[in-house]
């Protein structure tokens, strides 16, 4: 008895390297029903409370960078707030020189918010020290965040009222 084998030949199948259109279009699909979704809960109140929020914290930070540049230049640095017509609109970072000061950079307030400061100028002496206790509150429709900076060790702190 003779047996007749056929052999098929073995075709290998490519592996799999690109993504399909199909896969492509699923994906960009499910990413667009999120983004709806989420922008559609982020009211205009919400977005104003954590503007508020980011507002105060990048003041902090940019209080804290005038106190290090103060400390590192031997200069005093200073946030002079500027007023606009429905109150404070954004604040310079400034160097005491000589001839008066000059600016170091310019920040402007996001829409939405309200800020309020105990004084228009927030001074560092050359050793990191603040001529006064400060206080600048950024308000959003329902969250208020207090930056607050320590005289003697011109400490920066954020908190929410």
């Not at 098929?8 to 592996?15: I, L």
């Not at 809960?41 to 930070?61: F, I, M």
Request: with cysteine.
């Amino acid at each position: 008895m003779s047996y007749c084998t056929h052999e098929r030949p073995y075709r290998r199948r490519a592996s799999r390297t690109a993504v399909t259109l199909l896969e492509l279009l699923l994906t960009l699909t499910l990413i667009g029903i999120f983004t709806a979704t989420a922008s559609m809960r982020l009211s205009p109140a919400t977005k104003s409370n954590v503007g508020a929020r980011a507002e105060a914290r990048r003041l902090s930070l940019d209080l804290i960078q005038a106190q290090r540049r103060a400390i590192s230049t031997g200069q005093n640095h200073f946030v002079q707030m500027i007023s606009g017509g429905s109150g404070i609109t954004g604040y310079t970072v400034r160097r005491r020189t000589a001839s008066g000061s000059e600016v170091v950079e310019t920040r402007d307030f996001s829409n939405g918010i309200t800020v309020t400061t105990s004084h228009p100028e927030l001074e560092f002496t050359f050793e990191g020290a603040a001529l006064a206790a400060y206080q600048v509150t950024v308000a959003g429709s329902n969250h208020t965040w207090r930056a607050s900076v320590v005289p003697i060790t011109g400490a920066v702190r954020v908190i929410q009222l």
